[in-house]
């Protein structure tokens, strides 16, 4: 097996163990201190390349309090400003997303900048005692890289790089292609809820048996229909040194997809068929499924457009890989395409969080997909905000997280509430508020 296509345990970490009390997800004390010591140093990950291909165009997305512009260069590169006139203040932009045919106007008093940032027109601009502002002022800049497509920002001028910051997490995505993959869906609404709420959730798989009844089978409630096996004993968890985590849960061994009779039903059988296997070969032994799945699409992917598959591992053709980002991202990543959930603090309030629930696909699979269905279901799914409590969901499964996202974040008020008491295999969640806290206390989070 090449290099490239070994899946490498992470090292060990230990945890403090300290408490973890509802106060962190109320005070508004401890949200300034996140906010000070932690968003303004970490690398976020904020936009997507291919919603700004040309020059001048440009995307705008909040985090916290601050509006953050990012803009396609002349010279291919991308540049991210704060959104706001460094003449007295107001934003500039007010849409998320455009394209600037030549400068950016503010619309209180016409300064004009230029995508590069330079202020290059103020109106009476003799005027100023301190000197014409133009070719002087510029809008203030943001540590900005771009890695599987996406657009990341920082707003901590001496941060260390993308790379360092993502540790093995580099590797681990670079071998895919992941910027060709195009967004599929995006659904996002904000919630009654801290955004902790949100991450401590995806950091376990716990809950599933109880949230996700109807995803799991009668048979086997420690199983997810869908192939995936989030019995904590059979999954494999690795937290970085930079503070991130992965979490590896066994797929595409059958739970919950074969009939009475043992027959295999779809989507495994179509899938099977799909991959030149025939499900009969398979009737009672779903299980092996798996293997023979990951043989035939290392075999048959290549001619069939799936071009990243010599590089990535046998597990990735089947297996739940899911990852936490820190501090906010959160991403089941498949072989050709990924679960993208995320969670934004609001500008003032703790129990406010925006929440993206988005899905990226391969351009390989998008065909495939198209060819099975017999339509072209488009490519590059605009953004929906949808309001919660309203008559349209989230998407199928999350739905079930929200739900208890929102009584959480109830239950975190109580005075009753001493502070949570974490099993082993919701340890994640102890080393991301750990992680935090590192942050506010001035420390990185290698240790
Ligand atoms: S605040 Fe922007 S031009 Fe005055
Ligand atoms: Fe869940």
């Known amino acids: 097996m090449s290099e490239l296509r070994e899946v490498k345990s992470w090292p060990e970490q230990e945890t403090r163990g300290h408490t973890i009390p509802g106060s962190r997800y109320t005070s508004k004390e401890f949200f300034e201190q996140e906010w000070e010591g932690m968003w303004t140093k970490v690398w976020l990950l904020l936009g997507r390349e291919s919603e700004l291909p040309e020059p001048g165009d440009w995307q705008m997305e909040e985090v916290g309090s601050e509006e953050i512009l990012m803009v396609r260069q002349k010279d291919g590169g991308v540049k991210a400003f704060y959104n706001v006139c460094q003449h007295r203040g107001n934003p500039l932009v007010s849409e998320?997303?455009?394209?600037?045919?030549?400068r950016f106007v503010c619309k209180y008093h016409s300064w004009a900048f230029l995508p590069d940032g330079t202020l290059n027109f103020a109106p009476d601009k003799e005027d100023f005692p301190e000197g014409n502002p133009c070719n002087k002022v510029t809008l203030e800049e943001l540590r900005t890289e771009t890695f599987a497509g996406f657009i990341w920002v920082n707003m901590d001028p001496d941060c260390v790089s993308l790379k360092s910051f993502?540790?093995?997490?580099?590797?681990?995505?670079?071998?895919r292609n992941i910027e060709t993959w195009q967004r599929t869906m995006a659904n996002s609404m904000w919630l009654p809820c801290n955004w902790k709420?949100?991450?401590?959730?995806?950091?376990?798989?716990?809950?599933?048996?109880?949230?996700?009844?109807?995803?799991?089978?009668?048979?086997?409630?420690?199983?997810?229909?869908?192939?995936?096996?989030?019995?904590?004993?059979?999954?494999?968890?690795?937290?970085?040194?930079?503070?991130?985590?992965?979490?590896?849960?066994?797929?595409?061994?059958?739970?919950?997809?074969?009939?009475?009779?043992?027959?295999?039903?779809?989507?495994?059988?179509?899938?099977?068929?799909?991959?030149e296997i025939d499900p009969v070969d398979f009737k009672g032994r779903p299980e092996e499924t798996r293997e023979a799945l990951q043989q035939a699409k290392r075999r048959l992917g290549p001619e069939r457009g799936f071009t990243h598959y010599d590089k990535i591992p046998d597990e990735q053709f089947t297996d739940a890989f899911h990852y936490t980002l820190f501090p906010n991202f959160a991403v089941s990543l498949w072989s050709d395409g990924f679960h993208f959930l995320r969670a934004r603090p609001h500008r003032s309030d703790p129990e406010q969080c925006l929440f993206d629930n988005?899905?990226?696909?391969?351009?390989?699979?998008?065909?495939?997909?198209?060819?099975?269905?017999?339509?072209?279901?488009?490519?590059?799914?605009?953004?929906?905000?949808?309001?919660?409590?309203?008559?349209?969901?989230?998407?199928?499964?999350?739905?079930?997280?929200?739900?208890?996202?929102?009584?959480?974040?109830?239950?975190?008020?109580?005075?009753g509430f001493k502070g949570v008491y974490l099993s082993n295999q919701e340890k994640r969640i102890r080393r991301y508020h750990e992680l935090i806290d590192d942050y506010i206390e001035g420390r990185g989070p290698k240790r």
């Open 166 to 175: 993502l540790g093995p997490i580099w590797d681990d995505w670079e071998a």
């Open 96 to 102: 998320p997303k455009g394209t600037v045919l030549r």
């Open 358 to 415: 988005w899905w990226y696909a391969s351009p390989a699979s998008q065909q495939n997909e198209n060819a099975r269905r017999g339509a072209n279901a488009g490519t590059g799914a605009e953004l929906t905000m949808l309001e919660y409590g309203g008559d349209v969901s989230i998407g199928p499964g999350i739905e079930d997280d929200v739900f208890v996202f929102v009584t959480q974040q109830r239950g975190f008020r109580s005075r």
């Open 197 to 275: 709420v949100v991450l401590d959730n995806f950091n376990e798989s716990y809950h599933v048996p109880t949230v996700h009844q109807g995803a799991t089978p009668d048979t086997d409630r420690k199983a997810i229909r869908g192939n995936i096996d989030t019995y904590f004993k059979e999954t494999r968890f690795d937290l970085s040194d930079e503070g991130h985590n992965r979490m590896v849960m066994k797929g595409g061994f059958g739970v919950g997809q074969t009939d009475k009779e043992g027959n295999i039903v779809d989507p495994l059988a179509s899938e099977l068929r799909y991959w």
